[in-house]
């Protein structure tokens, strides 16, 4: 905290990568009237989101872009300028940044531009090294070069060229180590019956200053981010990123979708961004170590950030499938069975009499244990007492409830009966609809009022995989404190 005289505001210094996500003003420079052109649509996204700070558009000739006065260099530029957005080719950043070294109140860069180390050519490799050696000496942190930036829904600040990107917020935040993977999350993320939002985005571009390990320690100390999703192709220094994520995911889920799998995939990330990708099964032990959630897919990924950020965990590891169609049903066991560290659960026999009264004579109720087919006949009221018997069982710790709701079974009546038992359920309730726009409405009720939907069964089973995964850890962790302060 800054020292200040009595009358005057008092000031509190600033995190370094707080210039960025919370820069107060920001100076595109490059940018265009051109709607094919980068520094066009990031302006546009600015605006567009309602960006609320103060925005520069930097242009040698142009007067005014979407009515914002332009200036002609970063130099004549009156008012503070805290973050600068680097649009231009690769060899008129140096000049730039020297430029943002002799205004003085310049903290932070983010640089789009591609064709420095990630070419491997040597004058390019020194270019980047270049640029940096001027953001040291003047104390300005760099994002990139190569990288599409950051985002931040609280004060609307999108300094990327990925189009139509609404933003709302979730308590959720993004690490990428590919723009183009990273945009498609967010993408995917809106393409959901309801939007789900973020917090906070970056894509990390060369690492020659900021890295993955300092955003994820960013993210880990930031009161608005409950939940950390990652692409990750590779990291240098594997330790360091291991050592602080052990120390984050104790308090908060990382979940990270690490690719390199295969030897040719390895290679192919290596040569992407020029990390190592390292021996993948390495990569999944420590990751199960330090409580790290490793996911396959981009869906995965979002499928269990929705669920961690909306349901509770599961306080064991016992699952029963509540499922009104038998082929997706028996997809859904099929998911959990390959997984050891779920177990499916034991009802009553209290339990399995009212679901008998309840369920149509058809219906196959724990058969196997903590499987109940309702059957077809199986109408609205039908789903929700039997839900709510599953629930009420202490031999169950979260649902997995499976519906292709026929004609006759109207998915938003059924999300209707279903939304307050899921809301006010102290255990997690994924809910899969099948499928399409016949369950469209009902989904939206759904997520809106209580937690996530699914489109396909092994979708659902593989959240509440990790849903349990991650209370193992936890537990782990609980009973591991204890020991030792016994």
Known sequence: MNSYKKGKKKVVSKRSLDHFFNAESVAVIGASKDPG??????????????????????????EKIFDLKCYPDLTSIPGKVELIVVVIPDFGVPAVMRQAARRGDVKAAIIIAAGFSETKI??????????????????????????????????????TFAPNIRQSFREVSFISQSGATGASILMFAQDQPVPFGFNKWAHVGNMSDVDIIEILKYYGEDEKTKVIGMYMEGIENAADFLDEAGKISVEKPILILKVGRSEIGSKAAESHTGSLAGVDLIYDGVFRQTGITRVMTIEELLDTAKAFAMQPLPRGNRICVLTEAGGPGIICMDEIGLCPQVTMATLSQKSVAKLEEILPPMAIINRPSGYIDMSAAALEKAHREALEVVLADEGVDGVILITVPPTFLQPTLLARELVEVVKNSAKPVLTCLMAGEWVKEGRIILEENSGPTFDLPQRAARTMINMVKRSNFLQRIMEEAGCNES
């Open 37 to 62: 052109k980068a520094g066009n649509q990031i302006l546009k996204n600015m605006l567009a989101v309602g960006y609320q700070g103060k925005i520069y558009p930097v242009h040698p000739t142009v």
């Open 122 to 159: 040597p004058e390019r490799v020194e270019l980047e090294k270049e640029v940096l050696s001027i953001a040291k000496e003047a104390g300005i942190r760099v994002f990139g070069p190569n990288c599409v930036g950051i985002i931040n829904t609280v004060n609307h600040l999108d300094t």
